[in-house]
């Protein structure tokens, strides 16, 4: 039986934070359990873009420290690395606002750039998933504008290296081929042990545009689709509502029955988010794929870039996958024509200056 620990944790102060992971890890049998001396352990957070941890874009900094903390008790190494949207040509800026290089500076962990990649069934993965002894994935829990909700599945993704991510997004508009591909790189980078930073999540238009919203939560265990289905719970859907971890538990990867799940710690109950917010984008997920094309001129959402926010950085530019995003000094747009509504640019833009906007009829259908 899957076993996934909860602990509640009120803010981001070192040593609450140190203390909740530590009992959740516990809970589940301690580090010593996972992390023996002189293995190299790999920390995934999610740095999904240039963003300040209290923006809740970002896994918060003093969950990579308590986490690295422990590793370094039972005598791993820590290195902590990940390939941010945008192709990870910011990953240092990113390093650096998300306070992991502070972090890291501090307590002398290593930090990774993925920029070089062993191919698995074609997919190419950061080669340190494979160099390290061990994975530890930290995602944050938050909304996606695709997904519904990232959280433990899919923050392997980002072990993906370069451009492969959005040749996916281009080729895989529709949550259910993506989500093909989120479950297929999580059974090749297989973490050990997952730890999810829900004490401050995001709602709304996650996983970059969306608001901070305090869950007071870290959930920890080593079946991704068990922590993923109670997720699913605290925010007020069913595990299965969700494509992703639809597909994991029918690919094998997981417990997606909550009553065939040990929960250890606080009750689930006790973390559930009444009025969660969910992205603009939820209801295209009704539409079959065939009509999405077709549909996503009449009832459908577009990106819209804010020119008045818009620093012109580019990074939206570099993330889309059809090209179809005009940034200069003078102007800055995007073609709706041949816009795939894959929703990259606004993932990685860290300025919030792409919005999403329904069209009239959308709103009229779905308020
Ligand atoms: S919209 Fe502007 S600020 Fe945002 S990523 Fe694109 S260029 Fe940068
Ligand atoms: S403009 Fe944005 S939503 Fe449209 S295809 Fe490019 S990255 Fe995707």
Known sequence: MSTVSLSRCAGYDTDDVYDAVKRSIDLLGGMEKYVKPGMNVLIKPNLL?????????VTHPEVVRAV???VRKAGGAVWVGDSPGGYGKNIDQIFDKS???HIADEEDFELMKFTT????DGMPIAKQVFDADLVISIPKLKTHCVTVMTGAIKNTFGTVTGLYKAECHSRCPKERDL???????????KPALTVVDGIVGMEGDGPSGGSPRAMNVLIAGEDAVAIDSCIAKIVGLEPLDLTVTKQAYEAGLGEADLSKIKIAGEGLDSFIAKDFKFPKTMPLRMIPNPVLRWALGFVGFKPYI??????RCGLCRTACPVDCITIDESYCGIDCKKCIRCLCCHEVCPHKAISIRRNFLTKMVWG
């Open 49 to 57: 873009t240039d963003s300040p941890p209290e923006d809740a874009v």
């Open 68 to 70: 690295g903390r422990l």
């Open 99 to 101: 306070g992991v290089r």
């Open 117 to 120: 990649a062993t191919f698995v």
């Open 179 to 189: 989500a093909g591909i989120l479950v297929k790189v999580h059974s090749i980078v």
């Open 306 to 311: 804010d020119r008045d926010i818009c620093v």
